[in-house]
């Protein structure tokens, strides 16, 4: 999934990862989650605010969405 593209200057972190890395993460502005559709992004956002991190959003529609919109998106 992330092979086939992210928002640029996104950070990769699988969800299973995300609590044992979400001390790497920046405290000091807004974090936006995404996946493919929005699944595991609303799982992951809820795991960062639980961790105190705010504000976390969620890319609604996912990665497809940012796609379909024809916004920039970065491939490997």
């Known amino acids: 999934e992330w092979e086939a593209g992210h ?3 996104a ?3 699988m969800l299973g990862d995300l609590p044992a890395q ?3 993460l920046p405290q000091d502005r807004p974090i936006v989650v995404h996946c493919q559709v ?3 992004a609303a799982i992951a956002a809820s795991i960062l605010q639980a961790q105190g991190f705010d504000p976390v959003e969620t890319l609604t529609g996912g990665i ?3 796609a379909a919109a024809g916004l920039p998106q970065l491939c490997h």
């Open 64 to 66: 497809e969405a940012w």
């Open 22 to 24: 979400a001390a790497t």
């Open 7 to 9: 928002l640029p200057g």
């Open 38 to 40: 929005g699944t595991r």
């Open 11 to 13: 950070h990769h972190c």
